[in-house]
C-alpha cells in the first residue's frame, strides 16, 4: 500500500515510533521531538500525539525514507536507536477501516503494526490465549481483542514475540485519534 509521491507533491504521513517513553527508558520529550522532526521534515506543523512516539507530519517522498530521517534524527539528539514506521494517510486510514473488532472497544484493543510481514506463531497464540481473547491479522497489521483487559492479558504480554517481525503497538483509542487528526489537518 505504500506508495511514492511524485512530482514534490505533499502528503500527510503518520510516525509511530517503537519503544520510546516506556518504563523510564529511552525518554523523549514530545516537544523535543517535534522541534527535531520539525526540522528534519520541513514541516512546521508536525503534530504528536501522547508520549509514546505517534507523530503526524506533511512532506513529500516516499514513507521509508521519512522513516530513516526520523531514526537518524533522533540517534543524533538523543544518543539512542528508535525503530520508525511511517505509514501514508490511505494507509493507516485502511488499518483502522480493517480492524476486526467492536470500534468502541478503546484500549482493549491492539493494532500490533508490523514492520514487515507476519509470520504469527498461532500455536503460541492458541497456547497464551484466553477463551475472551481474539488474533486476527489484516495485511501487515496483527489485532489483539482482550476484552477482559490488556493488563490481565498473558498473550498481550507476549504477543510481540510470537509475530516473528518487528512491530509497534498502540490500542484502537489511539489509532483512532491518529486519523482524527489527519481530519482535522485536512479542515
Not at 514530545?30 to 521534515?41: F, N, T, Y
Not at 514487515?116 to 495485511?139: C, F, N, R
Not at 504477543?159 to 498502540?170: C, F, H, K, N, S
Amino acid at each position: 500500500m505504500a506508495q511514492e509521491m511524485r512530482g514534490g507533491k505533499m502528503a500527510k504521513f503518520v510516525a509511530f515510533l517503537r519503544g520510546i517513553n516506556v518504563g523510564g527508558h529511552r525518554k523523549i520529550p514530545m516537544a523535543d521531538l517535534r522541534r527535531i522532526c520539525i526540522g528534519l521534515l520541513s514541516d512546521p506543523n508536525v503534530r504528536s500525539y501522547i508520549a509514546s512516539g505517534n507523530l503526524l507530519f506533511t512532506a513529500d517522498g516516499p514513507p521509508a525514507r521519512h522513516a530513516q530521517v526520523i531514526r537518524d534524527g533522533i540517534a543524533a539528539a538523543f544518543g539512542f536507536d528508535v525503530r520508525v514506521l511511517v505509514l501514508p494517510e490511505a494507509e493507516i486510514r485502511a488499518v483502522l477501516d480493517g480492524c476486526p473488532f467492536p470500534r468502541d472497544a478503546g484500549n482493549k484493543v491492539h493494532a500490533f503494526l508490523c514492520f514487515d510481514i507476519p509470520q504469527l506463531d498461532y500455536a503460541g497464540v492458541d497456547a497464551l490465549k484466553a477463551g475472551t481473547e481474539a488474533v486476527t491479522v489484516v495485511d501487515r497489521t496483527v489485532w489483539l481483542h482482550a476484552p477482559d483487559g490488556m493488563g490481565r492479558s498473558k498473550l498481550a504480554e507476549k504477543l510481540d514475540r510470537l509475530i516473528g517481525v518487528e512491530v509497534t503497538a498502540r490500542n484502537l483509542n489511539t489509532m483512532q485519534k491518529m486519523v482524527a487528526m489527519l481530519d482535522e489537518a485536512r479542515g
